[in-house]
């Protein structure tokens, strides 16, 4: 079976400060991956989304990068936090064509 | 940028009634529209994915979609209290699952 894990649950951080989130699938190769975030009482946004290793198409720009170092790992970074950045962000995958979309349980991000 | 707007905000009703919520998009150029829930804490499971216009069952739960009035919404059959969450309708703009675009979300509470 397969199974999404995020890292790390929360965080509280400083504006101005670096931020990594991760986000590693088991059980499954060459998946689609997804970064989401949602700002508390917004709407969930698409950032991010990679079908292969070393690829990442950018939805929205929020100032945060992603990238995809190994076919099972998706990284979402920046190297100076804003307020703005607050939230939650949700790792997702796919299976290649197929509609279906298996979130991971987030990570709940507070900038101070 | 396509928006999806979203109603009710919230909902209330008595365990066995239907429910129906509703959503309605700024253009109709989705490749599917797709329904999800997110119970508290936890990742978005996805519920119903539509493509033609008519209906969709999965379940307890059926997805109607209109194109020509951009209009799409979800009945629950029989509801529980377990189905209490906030559902999110999407739209896939990219085609497996690339490119959704989300509703705000309807927060459905179910009364034993």
């Known amino acids: 079976a397969q199974t999404i894990h995020q890292w790390p649950v929360a965080e509280i951080k400083a504006v101005g400060s670096p931020l990594s989130l991760g986000c590693t699938i088991k059980?499954?190769?060459?998946?689609?991956l997804y970064w989401y975030w949602q700002a508390t009482g917004g709407t969930l946004q698409q950032l991010f989304y990679?079908?292969?290793?070393?690829?990442v198409e950018s939805v929205v720009q929020l100032n945060l990068s992603a990238s995809r170092p190994k076919d099972d790992q998706f990284i979402l970074s920046t190297e100076k936090l804003l307020l703005s950045h607050s939230g939650f962000y949700l790792c997702?995958?796919?299976?290649?064509?197929?509609?279906?979309?298996?979130f991971g349980h987030g990570t709940k991000l507070s900038v101070l | 940028q396509q928006k999806v707007q979203q109603s009710p905000e919230s909902l209330t009703v008595s365990e066995g009634a239907m429910a129906s919520l509703n959503c309605t998009f700024s253009?109709?150029?989705?490749?599917?529209f797709r329904w999800y829930r997110q119970h508290s804490g936890k990742g978005l499971e996805m519920l119903v994915s539509?493509?033609?216009?008519g209906e969709k069952e999965e379940g307890r739960f059926t997805a109607h979609l209109n194109r020509a009035s951009l209009h799409v919404s979800l009945h629950i059959r029989e509801p529980q209290p377990s189905d209490s969450a906030v559902y999110l309708c999407?739209?896939?703009?990219?085609?497996?699952?690339?490119?959704?675009?989300f509703g705000t979300g309807t927060l459905l509470s179910v009364k034993p």
């Open positions: 997702a995958w796919s299976p290649w064509t197929n509609e279906r979309l298996f």
């Open positions: 059980g499954k190769s060459s998946p689609n």
């Open positions: 990679s079908i292969t290793v070393g690829q």
């Open positions: 253009d109709g150029t989705s490749d599917n």
């Open positions: 539509i493509f033609s216009d």
């Open positions: 999407a739209g896939d703009y990219g085609g497996s699952g690339n490119k959704l675009i």
